[in-house]
């Protein structure tokens, strides 16, 4: 007779004398906005960006509904591969918002690191910085993808297509895929 394992949860608890908090990344986003609505929540001085909680919660909203906006579908996997940056920690709250599970794509990867990456963890999605440090990741996505179109300097777009060429990194299940680069309009606010 066969038996099916039960998937259990696992963590890791130290000694404290604070017990552990069993919420998700949304339930603590959403826990800090009822009880400190205007605290800083976010700052990123290179970037001129600061968020309250409250404008992060707003912000977090467009950019998960943005992400099902797309097509992406909860369960699903989003990949990101950017610096340090106001749109890496948007991108992680919104995907956990979203319910997609969010994949990290070291910043330091060339192409074929990448493509071996985005093929083994089956992303269906990618948000990614147009470049870092002296890597140009849209050069290096086109070399990829070769039907990608070439971005737009000021604009912020995301594209999805309903079939995928032979060759094409981050296809999904039912055959598309989808291109987010910087999805989200971010407006630096002064407070």
Not at 4 to 9: C, D, F, G, V
Not at 42 to 47: A, E, G, I, K, Y
Not at 108 to 130: D, M, N, Q
Not at 171 to 176: I, K, Q, V
Request: proline share 7%; glycine share 8%; with cysteine.
């Amino acid at each position: 007779m066969h038996r099916t394992r039960q998937p259990s949860l696992s963590f890791v608890s130290g000694t404290s004398d604070q017990p552990l908090l069993y919420r998700t990344v949304d339930g603590v986003l959403k826990a800090a906005v009822d009880q400190v609505p205007d605290r800083s929540a976010l700052v990123v001085p290179f970037q001129s960006i600061r968020f309250t909680f409250a404008d992060f919660d707003r912000e977090v909203e467009r950019v998960a509904r943005g992400m099902l906006a797309c097509g992406l579908e909860p369960g699903e996997r989003i990949g990101i591969w950017a610096p340090n940056c106001a749109e890496w920690i948007l991108t992680m709250f919104g995907a956990a918002r979203a319910g997609l599970i969010l994949v990290n794509i070291n910043p330091a990867y060339r192409s074929s690191e990448l493509e071996f990456a985005l093929r083994l963890v089956g992303c269906r999605a990618l948000v990614f910085a147009p470049r870092f440090k002296s890597s140009d990741y849209t050069a290096m996505l086109q070399s990829l993808i070769p039907d990608l179109p070439a971005p737009r300097p000021a604009g912020w777009r995301a594209r999805a297509s309903g079939a995928s060429p032979a060759g094409s990194v981050g296809h999904g299940t039912r055959g598309r895929r989808a291109v987010v680069q910087r999805p989200f309009g971010l407006r630096a606010r002064s407070r």
